[in-house]
């Protein structure tokens, strides 16, 4: 198993490296300067040599490359070059932030969507099945920020339950912090449980019609039996793969919803960056964005083969 | 065996509902199963036996399937019974195995778990109490180091074996009904022999009643004790089993028998003889011909194999090194005549398929010659390989997946006629018409896409197909194995008449040693990738030398009942496997010569 995980990781090196030359190029190929933007209304030509100079952009575009390659490998993303913060630091400010709203969008995707895969399976071209299908096709169908605003009107404002908007960390305040992400995790998931609602009940489908399920039954097992241990333990290898895909997919930060809530997540941080052409933040994120997707396509395939025992042999 | 039915099926009609409206697929099927007793249900493939086992376990979807009649099991009609009652049933006094040995095991749990799940689920017993059992009826079926066993996974067993396990865990509640659908058909002949043998052992100490579905009749003579023989859903007669055979009323069941292949039973014929095929309405056969004159053998060989040598790299560890070899052809070599039918038999691995995918150059040959026609094979550059594959063409196993679905059954004819430049449209027009007269169908069929066929008929046209480039050689690999044995038949024959009329060469490659001995001039017995006896077809099916040769002959089950009740001695050896370290060295083998043309592998 550690020499699976090392080959893996020796593996995603060339990954990031690409990742990192293309983040690099797409970056300075972008119309725009960042050092316009810092040296204010009347772009004094001293103020705007001294900022290239402290921010090395008058040097070679390869030597530039080198240096934040060489930065990051000792932990140093750069300077923010809107608010001097090292980019680390703003990049962990906002993280646990994105990391809690993605934390508790996939348990509300989990809790939503396998179930109702399993359901739907089970009652195949029956009315559960069309009723999950439903559900599923309005996941992902209605926009986010519609269902948020909707949600907003209704819990918040009417009924009164929940905040409408906010942050508190959850190391401060845990009950209030859960409350106010409750309903922008709600509103993130709800396009992945259709997705995962789908994916489950395609997996489940494929192995309620095998051999092994025939096999089970004719054991005398009862459905539950049949169903939950037999049947979804095989399912589940195909959605523990989707499910965390996903999950890298909600580190990235979420913008919109972000936006609604005023949550001040990645997504947020993002869109900031990009607007005042703060290239440092920028990289700094795609780049925890690749190794966050690295890394969970790492735990993927170990989750996977630890399921599997075929593979697991082969660990 | 007592007079008292376990298993009393009376009227058994079970409908399927297939776009909304209900079709019987199993009409008015009424037997009884006495205690200790065999019974066999045999037919082709949609004859409805299959169905009929599974209305009895009442495993088939409670939504699209209706079963009417009763099934009285240990005198309770399992009909009536509600679904929690049935699950009492099944698995508990009536228990089944399946066809598929590879797929039939769920892969994610031990096979220890999946057999001891039947004792705590009926017996109530604890987990340790049916881990003990369940090693027991480990060695019961015979599985080498039991208890080391269970807590292996099915991927760690061979087809065999995986087989047994499903035995033991049918056998684990001590049933006093077994359905055995199909056990042995996707086994390799020498295992089914010895799945066969343990099944009617464990039949004997057990005393319970085994219902045994198959299509094979070989299989029925040896195991039934009686025989109910299934047509398109009907059970057309039943009886015991050697009036079936030796006087089968119905014309099914005569047309059934005349087609069945029977080892030995060319004896008395010196060339290929065409299978007699008997009338279903009148059930008068016709005469065996048998098919004389056709080997060319003063000419020089079509094909012409020297030393050929495959194997494939087996890569592992963290640099991805080669480790070993699989080593699927070793130094093989063999002519083949204008006219000839050459066949390579042996079981699953011994690399009969790669050598005929060797031969196209469908795969790469490590070393070796082959000489097509002339051509030198392994030197021709892409060009000349395609112009070579139009005198050596192939004709594959599975004849539903071998042809492109979207494609006309005309277009699949005509397209290596027009690939090849041959000519014009209309000639290939004209060509396929030809063709589909040919194989037995008719030229207007050409419009039409392959699912409007039967497996029969598109094994016809993957004929038609291989037959459109002229070839002089053609490689069936497994190309009748698919087929119900009418079927079989009909196409075995149409081969016989095709080799007749275009003098072709076939490189017959198949695992059924009955079939091959009727087509063949030829054989050649395949073992861990190595010839080891080549000769006359009478030759070496009368006077085999060769200890495999003589292994693989007497574990054909052979369709006569008077043979009942031999047994082959439960062996457990598995087929071994051709995969070898990277520092083997094959050794130099001596061949020594029996009579003309008759080799075989001393050492």
């Not at chain 1, 409750?182 to 095998?210: C, D, E, K």
């Not at chain 2, 074996?161 to 390799?188: F, G, H, N």
Request: hydrophobic letters at 45%; one cysteine or more; glycine letters at 6%.
């Amino acid at each position: 198993m550690p020499v699976y995980i090392g080959k893996r990781l020796l593996v995603a090196i060339p990954t990031l490296l690409i990742i990192s030359i293309f983040v690099f190029s797409l970056q300075k190929l972008l119309p725009g300067d960042p050092v316009l933007a810092m040296a204010g209304e009347d772009r004094d030509p001293a103020t705007i040599e001294m900022l290239r100079e402290k921010y090395h952009l008058n040097e070679p575009v390869v030597t530039q490359y080198v240096r934040w390659v060489g930065g990051i490998l000792v932990g140093d993303f750069g300077v923010s070059l809107r608010t001097n913060q090292p980019v680390l630091e703003l990049i962990g400010q906002k993280l646990p932030v994105t990391v809690q709203l993605a934390v508790m969008a996939m348990i509300f995707a989990l809790l939503i969507g396998i179930p109702t895969g399993i359901l739907a399976a089970v009652y195949k071209n029956r009315t559960l099945d069309y009723i999950s299908n439903l559900i599923a096709l309005s996941g992902l169908s209605v926009p986010n920020f519609w269902l948020g605003i909707m949600l907003i009107l209704l819990v918040s404002v009417n009924l009164g339950w929940l905040p409408a908007s906010g942050y508190e960390s959850i190391f401060v305040d845990p009950v209030r912090s859960i409350k106010t992400m409750i309903m922008p995790a709600f509103v993130l998931s709800t396009a992945l449980a259709a997705q995962l609602m789908r994916h489950t009940r395609s997996a489940m489908l494929g192995v309620l019609s095998s051999d092994y399920i025939r096999t089970a039954r004719a054991k005398g097992l009862s459905p539950r039996q049949v169903i939950l241990s037999h049947s979804f333990r095989n399912a589940l290898l195909p959605i523990v793969t989707l499910s965390a895909l996903l999950f890298g997919e909600l580190l990235a930060g979420a913008v919109l919803t972000e936006q609604i809530f005023t949550i001040p997540g990645f997504g947020k941080l993002t869109v900031d960056a990009v607007f005042t052409r703060d290239y440092a933040v920028v990289q700094g994120i795609v780049m925890c964005t690749a190794i966050g997707f690295i890394l969970m396509n790492l735990i993927a395939d170990v989750l996977y083969a630890l399921l599997n025992p075929r593979l697991r042999a082969s660990l | 065996m007592s007079d008292a039915p376990i298993l009393s099926v009376k009227n058994l009609t079970t409908s399927f509902l297939v776009d909304g409206r209900w079709k019987s697929v199993v009409r008015g099927v009424s037997f009884d199963v006495r205690q200790g007793e065999t019974v066999a249900i045999v037919g082709e493939s949609g004859s409805g036996k299959s169905v009929t086992s599974l209305s009895i376990m009442r495993l088939l979807a409670p939504m699209s399937s209706r079963i009417e009649g009763e099934i009285i099991l240990n005198g309770r009609d399992l009909t009536k019974l509600t679904d929690k009652q049935m699950r009492e049933i099944r698995g508990n006094e009536a228990s089944m195995i399946f066809q598929e040995p590879m797929t039939s095991l769920n892969p994610i749990f031990t096979i220890g778990r999946q057999i001891s799940e039947v004792l705590t689920r009926h017996k109530g017993m604890s987990k340790t109490d049916a881990r003990a059992e369940t090693v027991r009826l480990l060695e019961k079926v015979r599985i080498p180091n039991a208890s080391s066993r269970f807590d292996e996974y099915p991927h760690q067993f061979s087809g065999g074996m995986r087989q047994r396990v499903m035995i033991a865990m049918a056998l684990a509640s001590k049933p006093k009904l077994l359905i055995a659908d199909e056990p042995t058909t996707a086994l390799d002949v020498t295992i089914q022999g010895q799945i066969l043998d343990l099944i009617k052992i464990l039949q004997e100490e057990e005393g319970m009643s085994v219902l045994f579905i198959t299509h094979d009749m070989g299989v029925v003579a040896e195991i039934a004790d009686r025989t109910i023989v299934m047509f398109r859903g009907e059970q057309v007669e039943t009886g015991p089993t050697e009036d079936i055979f030796n006087r089968g009323q119905h014309p099914y069941t005569r047309a059934l028998l005349s087609a069945v292949p029977k080892l030995g039973s060319m004896q008395n014929h010196k060339w290929p003889t065409r299978f007699p095929i008997v009338d279903m309405k009148t059930g008068t056969a016709e005469e065996p011909i048998e098919i004389s004159g056709t080997v060319v053998a003063e000419k020089a060989p079509v094909l012409k194999v020297k030393n050929l040598v495959t194997r494939f790299p087996i890569h592992s560890g963290l640099l991805s090194r080669q480790t070993g070899a699989v080593h699927a052809v070793e130094d093989i070599s063999f002519d083949l005549f204008q006219g000839e039918t050459l066949s390579l038999v042996g079981e699953s691995g011994c690399g009969k398929s790669t050598t005929g995918r060797s031969i196209m150059r469908l795969v790469q040959p490590t070393s070796g010659e082959i000489l097509l026609d002339g051509h030198d094979v392994l030197k021709l550059q892409p060009a000349e390989l395609r112009s070579m594959r139009k005198s050596v063409q192939m004709i594959f196993q599975d004849p539903f997946s071998s042809l492109n679905p979207r494609m006309s059954v005309g277009t699949a004819i005509s397209e290596p006629f027009i690939k090849h430049k041959l000519g014009t449209a209309k000639q290939a027009k004209e060509k396929t018409a030809d063709l589909l007269e040919k194989v037995g169908l008719s030229a207007d069929m050409a419009s039409r896409y392959p699912h409007e066929f039967s497996g029969g008929q598109r094994q016809r046209i993957a004929i038609a197909r291989a037959l459109a480039l002229d070839p002089k050689v053609i490689v069936a690999d497994e190309s009748v194995s698919a087929l119900d044995v009418s079927i079989k038949a009909q196409v075995c024959n149409l081969l016989l008449d095709l080799q007749q009329s275009l003098n072709l060469a076939f490189l017959f490659i198949s695992h059924d040693m009955a079939v091959v001995e009727r087509v063949s001039h030829r054989v050649a017995v395949m073992y861990l990738g190595e010839i080891v006896e080549i000769g006359p077809r009478a030759a070496v099916f009368e006077n085999p030398q060769h200890p495999y040769t003589k292994k693989l002959m007497s574990a054909v089950p052979v369709p006569d009942p008077a043979r009942r009740g031999i047994r082959r001695g439960i062996t457990n050896d598995e087929l071994r496997s051709p995969v070898r370290k990277l520092d083997y060295r094959p050794p130099v083998r001596q061949y020594r010569q029996v009579s003309e043309g008759h080799l075989v592998q001393v050492a």
